[in-house]
């Protein structure tokens, strides 16, 4: 009995440990050529979706609008889409007030008085009295504003 460790038992046939280590590393695939025509098949549906999504990019530069794209899903049958549920809205009285009054509640919770930072205040124009008559009319201005 020797002392080595033979964790992978080599077969007695190169061949057949050739095959053996191949169909472990080929995971879910047959052979080599199963292997193959999957990347082919792989390789041509991303050319396809990278052709059609340079389509689309040219399509939205054009119109200045996104282009739909053909695999968009229809909205489902007995629901409302787009402009639909819009009007459908807008005839149904109880929708509009539930969505006016939940507007009205978060655009009363955001009520808040914004502070202006960082400014100076500019004093207003000093007016000098130019005669003593002057000097008690502005006292008197004064004295009339405080009451």
């Known amino acids: 009995m020797d002392n080595t460790n033979d964790l992978n038992p080599t077969a007695a046939d190169p061949a057949e440990a050739e095959k053996d280590s191949a169909a472990t590393e080929l995971g879910k695939f047959r052979d080599v050529r199963a292997l193959m025509d999957a990347y082919n098949s792989l390789e041509a549906e991303f050319t396809r979706r990278s052709q059609r999504l340079r389509e689309l990019e040219k ?16 909205p489902p049958q ?11 809205v ?19 919770k955001n009520r808040g008085v914004p502070f202006v930072t960082g400014g100076v205040n500019v004093p207003a124009r000093r007016r000098t009295p130019a005669s003593v008559r002057e000097a008690g009319e502005l006292a008197q ?7």
């Open 59 to 74: 399509a939205e530069k054009e119109n200045g609008a996104p282009a739909e794209a053909d695999t968009a899903l229809p």
């Open 78 to 88: 007995g629901q409302l889409h787009g402009a639909s549920l819009l009007e459908a």
């Open 90 to 108: 807008r005839q149904d009285e109880e929708v509009r007030a539930a969505i006016i009054s939940e507007y009205l509640l978060d655009a009363s």
């Open 141 to 147: 201005q004064f004295l009339n504003k405080r009451r």
